[in-house]
């Protein structure tokens, strides 16, 4: 057996190990239409067969148990949502913008089929790296007793900017058992009798990967990849939204005026400006906040555990 060269390598054969346990026995069958699923906060939406196949996996549905707020709901009862719900609204919002951004342009087509079809996958997965109680527990795997700090370090151009749990959500879906899962998935269906919404052959999990780590996913432009990380995300407005609704908390924001203001724009490097975190949207949330209360911070000391 071949020694793992680097701390990135060491780290992907462990990530290895833990998709192929999750997905093990689990075999993807032939969905006949779309589905269509209720949301408490975006309702009725449409969900594609080979992203049914994807959500059935016991690797999306085990974010169906892990709270989308951590320990708040000690504090705040009624904030019981998952992870789960989270990843389709972040799919919806991301969808409709890029309905917006193409209604801007409608000879052009400027986001197809294969880049609408790679987003809305990006935002289904792009939790897929969380741990038990969601951010609490990345206080602990991300602390320097464990790889992610060193992986950081090692692959700074990739990861240097990255959550830790995004980078598990990178190494997952460029994990081999996941690239095998996805290929009994888009083997399921026929583009010429099926209704797809792309060729599910131009889809690839390392662009997918990358716009979980929020950077650009090499020929598409970087725009892509802020619908599912970036300064104003769909995640961001998927969450401010819906654990306002769930916490009972006001942090309401007028999502359909974003959708009738938005536009893409040419991107240059040396053009690049950084947003300031602490925009308006972020001080209304904080001011407000299921993540920063004295209540919140002594309950995560409860899963702060030692490495073993």
Avoid at 15 to 33: F, N, Q, R, S
Avoid at 127 to 140: L, N
Avoid at 162 to 172: K, S, V
Avoid at 264 to 275: D, G, L, N
Wanted: one cysteine or more; aromatic letters at 10%.
């Amino acid at each position: 057996m071949t020694m793992p060269k680097t701390a990135y390598d060491s780290f992907k054969l462990k990530v290895e190990a833990v998709v192929e346990e999750i997905l093990d026995g689990y075999k993807p069958t032939k969905i006949k239409d779309n589905k269509v699923i209720r949301d408490s906060v975006f309702g009725f939406n449409i969900f594609f067969p080979h992203e049914i196949n994807v959500l059935d996996s016991p690797l999306l549905q085990r974010l169906r148990r892990i709270h989308q707020t951590s320990l708040a709901y000690l504090t705040y009862p009624s904030a019981t949502h998952t992870r789960f719900e989270h990843s389709l609204g972040v799919t919806v919002i991301a969808d409709k913008m890029i309905k917006a951004i193409n209604s801007r342009y409608p000879t052009s087509n400027l986001i197809d089929g294969d880049r609408r079809a790679e987003v809305r996958l990006a935002c289904l997965l792009h939790d897929c790296g969380h741990g038990p109680f969601s951010h609490a527990s990345e206080v602990v795997y991300g602390s320097e007793s464990y790889e992610i700090p060193l992986l950081k370090n090692e692959q700074k151009s990739l990861f240097g900017r990255a959550n830790p749990h995004e980078i598990l959500g990178y190494c997952i879906v460029t994990s081999k058992k996941f690239r095998e899962l996805w290929d009994d998935i888009k083997n399921l269906y026929d583009l010429k009798k099926d209704k797809l919404i792309c060729n599910l052959d131009n889809i690839d999990l390392e662009r997918i990967g990358a716009m979980i780590l929020g950077m650009k996913a090499t020929d598409r432009p970087l725009y892509l990849s802020q619908f599912v990380n970036g300064p104003f995300d769909a995640d961001k407005f998927d969450y401010i939204i819906r654990d306002g609704y769930f916490s009972g908390l006001v942090t309401s924001i007028d999502i359909e005026r974003l959708f009738v203001s938005l536009d893409a724009a040419p991107y240059k490097e040396h053009q690049r400006k950084e947003i300031p975190e602490d925009v308006p949207l972020h001080r209304h949330w904080r001011r407000n906040s299921l993540r920063t209360g004295s209540i919140q911070q002594d309950a995560s000391h409860i899963v702060i555990l030692p490495p073993s």
